[in-house]
Nanobody, 114 residues
Framework: QVQLVESGGGLVQAGGSLKLSCLASLSTFGHHDMAWHRQAPGKQRELVAALTSVGSTNYADSVKGRFNISRDNGENTVYLQMNSLKPEETAVYYC????????WGQGTQVPVSS
C-alpha cells in the first residue's frame, strides 16, 4: 500500500511563506507524477500544482509566480513552496500521485490569518 505523508503545515500570516513536504513510500518514486491539491472549507478540492516524472510543471492560475513545486527523487519527497500567502488560501493541502493508480495523503492544514 502506497503511503503519502504530508508535513509542514501550520498557521501563517497573510503575506508569509510556508514549505510543505510529502514523503512517499514508492520504490519507483522517480517515475511517478506528483501533485498538490487543496480544499478550502465548503469548497471543492482543486489542483494547486503538478510535477511530472520528466520535470513538466502545471500551476493553478491563482498561484503562478508565488508557489513552486519541486521534488527530490533521492529522498522520495515532493515539496510545495508557498509565498505571499492569502487568507483565502486557507485550506487542507493534499499530496497526490496519479501514475497508474491514484493515492492521496491525509492532508495538512494551512490556516492563513489576515
Amino acid at each position: 500500500q502506497v503511503q503519502l505523508v504530508e508535513s509542514g503545515g501550520g498557521l501563517v500570516q497573510a503575506g508569509g511563506s510556508l514549505k510543505l513536504s510529502c514523503l512517499a513510500s514508492l520504490s519507483t518514486f522517480g517515475h511517478h507524477d506528483m501533485a498538490w491539491h487543496r480544499q478550502a472549507p465548503g469548497k471543492q478540492r482543486e489542483l494547486v500544482a503538478a510535477l511530472t516524472s520528466v520535470g513538466s510543471t502545471n500551476y493553478a492560475d491563482s498561484v503562478k509566480g508565488r508557489f513552486n513545486i519541486s521534488r527530490d527523487n533521492g529522498e522520495n519527497t515532493v515539496y510545495l513552496q508557498m509565498n505571499s500567502l492569502k487568507p483565502e488560501e486557507t485550506a487542507v493541502y493534499y499530496c497526490h500521485t496519479y501514475t497508474q493508480m491514484s493515492f492521496w495523503g491525509q492532508g495538512t492544514q494551512v490556516p492563513v490569518s489576515s
